[in-house]
């Protein structure tokens, strides 16, 4: 009968004190030998026994399911059903263009929405201020007697706005208010602008804001050639808050602008208009003076509007309000106004142009 064959351990291991041939190699084994090897069981490899999984790796295994994910998905299927079922029985649908259109238009016919020039307004008024100027009454009674001559009585200059009577009685060195202007803070720190001619000769010149706190100022700088002056605040609000200036460049007649000002102390006062040219010149009545590369607009302009903003329906400056023009010996508006551009009244205050 055939002998069932023995398989011995995959690794060979040399015996110890067995025969070896001639040339050092391992002799063959006996038969006797042999058959005392396959009678010996093999010895059991030294395999770890596998560690415990841990608890994070269960729930990881857990959550890796494909039944559990199958679960998820049938669940968030049923939530969204559900949801959709509660709008469509609650009458909820998707808003669409034609719904945004008629709110819109509800909303205009039942609100009153303020005008371009309130908005204007609302932007700039914070940043306008009262300029007053004031001077000794001796120099004041001074002025008088050069102008009255050796003949006549002296003509006294109606002034710019509420002014202290100069011919009442009082000391030589009390000051009177010889004239009202207007000014834009252009600058947080307090720094101003207006015209020159509202502040020209002037022993004192106080300024007011729009919170109504009151302040004296210094001229710190002047522009002859373009009626400009730029005065410094000594005293600021707590929350001053200076213009935005926009530059000239894309303005057009026709363009919607709004004039601020004190016009005879009265105000702060708003009105409107356009651009009505560019780049025009105007010689002032007593022809010593000729500007040029003005503003022309038909906002109302009148004494006191006077180094007043020009503005556009963004609130932004684009000129400084510095004349008005009327044949007649009357100052008053007659529908032609001039305003310095704000790119020369920046260059007066030492700011960069635009």
């Known amino acids: 009968m055939r002998r069932t064959a023995l398989y011995s351990s995959s690794r060979t291991e040399r015996p110890a004190g067995g025969a070896r041939s001639m ?34 790796q269960r729930v990881a295994n857990t959550l890796a399911s ?16 559900f949801s959709w079922v509660q709008s469509q029985r609650n009458g909820i649908h998707r808003i669409t263009q034609k719904d945004i259109n008629a709110a819109v238009m509800k909303t205009l016919e039942t609100q009153v929405m303020p005008s371009e020039y309130a908005r204007a307004y609302e932007k700039i008024q914070p940043s306008v201020v009262r300029v007053v100027s004031y001077v000794k009454r001796s120099r ?40 009202v202007g207007t000014g834009v803070v252009i600058v947080d720190k307090g720094v101003i602008l207006t015209n020159l001619h509202v502040v020209s000769g002037a022993d004192h010149v106080k300024v007011t804001f729009a919170d109504g706190l009151e302040a004296d100022a210094a001229i710190t700088g002047v522009q002859p050639e373009n009626d400009l002056a730029v005065l410094q605040a000594h005293k600021l609000p707590d929350d001053l808050i200076p213009a935005t200036l926009r530059s000239t460049a894309d303005l057009a007649p026709g363009d919607k602008v709004l004039a601020v000002g004190f016009p005879f102390g009265i105000g702060p006062s708003a009105s409107g208009g356009v651009v009505s040219g560019l780049k025009r010149a105007f010689r002032s009545p007593e022809g010593k003076q000729e500007m040029t590369n003005l503003i022309q607009f038909d ?8 180094g007043g903003p020009l503005v556009t329906m963004d609130g932004e400056v684009v000129g400084i309000v510095t004349a008005i023009l009327n044949p007649t ?7 032609i106004g001039f305003a310095v551009p704000i790119e020369n009244a920046a260059q007066a205050a030492g700011l960069p142009p635009f």
């Open 23 to 56: 040339d050092g190699s391992p002799a063959p084994a006996g038969p006797a030998q042999a058959a005392a090897t396959a009678a010996a069981p093999a010895e059991p490899a030294d395999i770890p026994a596998p560690a415990a999984p841990s608890r994070r």
């Open 66 to 81: 494909p039944r559990l994910l199958w679960l998820a998905i049938l669940l968030l299927a049923g939530l969204l059903a």
């Open 140 to 179: 004041v009674a001074e002025a008088h007697r050069e102008a009255a001559g050796p003949h006549g009585r002296p003509h006294v200059p109606k002034p710019l706005g509420p002014a202290t009577d100069a011919t009442a009685d009082g000391g030589p060195d009390e000051e009177v208010e010889s004239g």
């Open 299 to 306: 906002a109302a302009a009148n004494p006191g509007n006077s």
């Open 329 to 335: 010996s009357a100052r008053t508006f007659i529908g």
